[in-house]
């Protein structure tokens, strides 16, 4: 699995309206549990007024770890719609957060589960969502004479170039897609004349 789809920056806040309560909806990009204690904490000061905060996040590309908060409401009425909504639209490293100011109607269980859905449905859509390809880099050091042979190769396997240090003795950092990785160092390594290190 080489790609996986993650937001570009945080969301504008979606409102919807359930009853004369109101669910403002935020989605932020996220790699940390400290990050997304700020988020939650900034939230909580921004609205002194409301009844609740629930959220859900999932962190990690190949391997994947998630959490969802009800934040008082009752048992996954809030946390895991909200989860859902990130399963539905398959991002990671992403944080679902829904502000709850209370309208004075108790909505119950099922009411809250279909509003906090539908505000975590709105934030994501209003998202920026953007792929993103998992690469792994490689060094290649080389004479300055080699040079045609490795921009040849560069070009030919479609390596990006991460930077370089051309002089007599020259180094390059590639990048390659994470599931092309194991070909290109076999490909690259036929050429004798090359030095191939794997970076970690």
């Not at 939230?43 to 009844?51: M, Q, R």
């Not at 991002?91 to 809250?112: D, Q």
């Not at 859509?125 to 921009?151: G, P, R």
Request: proline share 2%; with cysteine; aromatic share 8%.
């Amino acid at each position: 699995m080489d790609a996986y789809k993650t937001i570009s920056k945080p969301s504008e806040n979606v409102m919807f309206k359930e009853r004369k309560s109101k669910f403002y909806g935020y989605c932020f990009p996220v790699s940390d549990e400290d990050t997304i204690k700020e988020h939650i904490e900034a939230l909580k000061k921004e609205y002194p007024t409301a009844n609740h905060v629930c959220y859900a996040w999932q962190i990690g590309i190949e391997t994947k770890s998630y959490r969802d908060n009800d934040d008082g409401e009752p048992n996954n009425s809030a946390g895991m719609p909200i989860y859902g909504q990130l399963q539905s639209f398959d991002v990671t490293n992403t944080l679902v957060a829904v502000v709850r100011i209370f309208g004075g109607t108790k909505l119950g269980v099922g009411g809250l589960i279909s509003a906090y859905k539908e505000a975590a449905k709105l934030a994501l859509e209003n998202a920026t969502i953007i792929t993103k390809v998992l690469q792994k880099q490689l060094s290649v050091t080389f004479e300055y004479s080699e040079m045609d042979i490795v921009m040849r190769l560069v070009k030919k396997y479609q390596l990006n170039i991460v930077s370089q240090d051309l002089h007599l003795k020259c180094k390059m950092l590639l990048s390659v897609n994470k599931s092309d990785f194991k070909k290109t160092m076999k490909l690259l390594k036929a050429h004798h004349k090359l030095e191939i290190k794997e970076i970690d």
